[in-house]
Nanobody, 123 residues
Framework: QVQLVESGGGLVQAGGSLRLSCAAS????????MTWYRQAPGNQRELVAG???????NYADSVKGRFTISRDTVKKTAYLQMSGLKPEDTAVYYC?????????????????WGQGTQVTVSS
């Protein structure tokens, strides 16, 4: 069984920094793209940043220059370094990963979501 677990959220003042982690575990053969999304109350879930298996990254315009996504292939973990945080960054942050897993000698590729971690930025 594959799981994604986010950590690192919390309360921070405007201008501060946080680093989120997303750790994958289970019978994993490979991980393709890993992506961070966020959802603020009353808003739709939106893409924040993504990184593919080759290390190519993409960012939402609202976080470019402030957030950095990275991944550790050995640890099966993605990170989101957030700096220059603003109150409008307040949201629940979710990790998504495209994972190929091995279940009873069969290979399955699907999208997995973590449970989310709350980030609150005070003004």
């Amino acid at each position: 069984q594959v799981q994604l677990v986010e950590s690192g959220g919390g309360l921070v003042q405007a201008g501060g920094s946080l680093r989120l982690s997303c750790a994958a575990s289970g019978s994993i053969l490979s991980i393709d793209a890993m992506t961070w999304y966020r959802q603020a109350p009353g808003n739709q879930r939106e893409l924040v940043a993504g990184i593919d298996s080759g290390g190519s990254t993409n960012y939402a315009d609202s976080v470019k220059g402030r957030f950095t996504i990275s991944r550790d292939t050995v640890k099966k973990t993605a990170y989101l370094q957030m700096s220059g945080l603003k109150p409008e960054d307040t949201a629940v942050y979710y990790c998504n990963a495209i994972i190929t897993s091995s279940i009873i000698q069969s290979r399955t590729t699907r999208s997995y979501w973590g449970q989310g971690t709350q980030v609150t930025v005070s003004s």
